[in-house]
């Protein structure tokens, strides 16, 4: 219990900090597509590559996911049954195991993978707009 809280005040403190640092923007597209039937032709090869992308991002995350969780998964059992042959209590749980490394944030992927799209989409004629916009701390001057 001691533990959650803990963890509690640090997200907290944490939230306090970034808001202490001032306004969060994020950035908004518009997209204008080409007039040509070719420049759309060229676009819907975009939003394919994407798409592909996208989903590769999707499936890396999860499969390093997984694997952690197998390590995990292995690492216990060895660690159970070896507890057991010695005749002492299991004081660990699955989650102890789990690997430290992380995975790649497949929302770090996926904005590559849109900053390739948006790089394509004008590579076939077509126009963005990009506009700042406040998403958090708004209202500090």
């Known amino acids: 219990m ?3 809280f803990s963890r509690l005040a640090a997200l907290f403190g944490l939230t306090l900090m970034l808001a202490a640092c001032g306004p969060i923007y994020n950035t908004e597209y518009t997209y204008t597509p080409p007039a040509s039937s070719r420049g759309q032709a060229c676009v819907s090869s975009c939003e394919a590559d994407q ?9 890396r ?3 390093c996911e997984n694997e952690k969780q197998a390590i995990a998964d292995r690492e216990y059992r060895r660690y159970t ?36 799209y948006r790089a394509c989409f004008t590579g076939c004629g077509g126009r ?4 700042q916009v406040c998403v958090m701390g708004c209202n500090q001057k």
């Open 2 to 4: 001691r533990r959650i």
């Open 51 to 59: 798409s592909r992308c996208r989903y590769t991002c999707s499936r």
């Open 61 to 63: 995350t999860q499969e």
């Open 81 to 116: 049954r070896w507890r057991q042959d010695q005749n002492l209590p299991i004081e660990k749980n699955r989650y102890d195991f789990m690997p430290s490394y992380s995975c790649p944030w497949e929302s770090e992927c996926t904005d590559v993978c849109d900053a390739e």
């Open 128 to 131: 963005i707009d990009a506009r």
